[in-house]
Nanobody, 129 residues
Framework: EVQLVESGGGLAQAGGSLRLSCAAS????????IGWFRQAPRKEREGVSC?????????YYADSVKGRFTISRDNAKNTVYLDMNGLKPEDTAVYYC?????????????????????WGKGTLVTVSS
């Protein structure tokens, strides 16, 4: 059984930092592109960042988070991280990781889908002004 479990959310002040973790079981994170998504209240879910599988390892960021967020992977821990710095109130959302990527960036669009939908249950990030 595949499980993705997010952690690390919480309350932060504007300008602060948080580190989100996505721990995987039943799936090896370096074999797949792993994406972070978020959904704010009354808004559609949006792709935030993506890290490709180990054969490539490229990273992608939505324009809204580029330069502030960093995605990384620890293969030994089978975990993907999202380091969030310079947080803004508009970053407030439930953050999800998934075994797929879908995001708009730099005027383009990046998508990786393997025909399977594995998602975590999400972790809430709240940024106060």
């Amino acid at each position: 059984e595949v499980q993705l479990v997010e952690s690390g959310g919480g309350l932060a002040q504007a300008g602060g930092s948080l580190r989100l973790s996505c721990a995987a079981s039943g799936l090896t994170v370096d074999d797949y592109a792993i994406g972070w998504f978020r959904q704010a209240p009354r808004k559609e879910r949006e792709g935030v960042s993506c890290i490709n599988d180990d054969s490539d390892g490229s990273t992608y960021y939505a324009d809204s988070v580029k330069g502030r967020f960093t995605i990384s992977r620890d293969n030994a821990k089978n975990t993907v991280y999202l380091d969030m710095n310079g947080l803004k109130p508009e970053d407030t959302a439930v953050y999800y990781c998934a075994s797929q990527c879908s995001l708009s960036y730099n005027g383009g669009y990046y998508n990786r889908y393997y025909g399977m939908d594995y998602w975590g249950k999400g972790t809430l990030v709240t940024v106060s002004s």
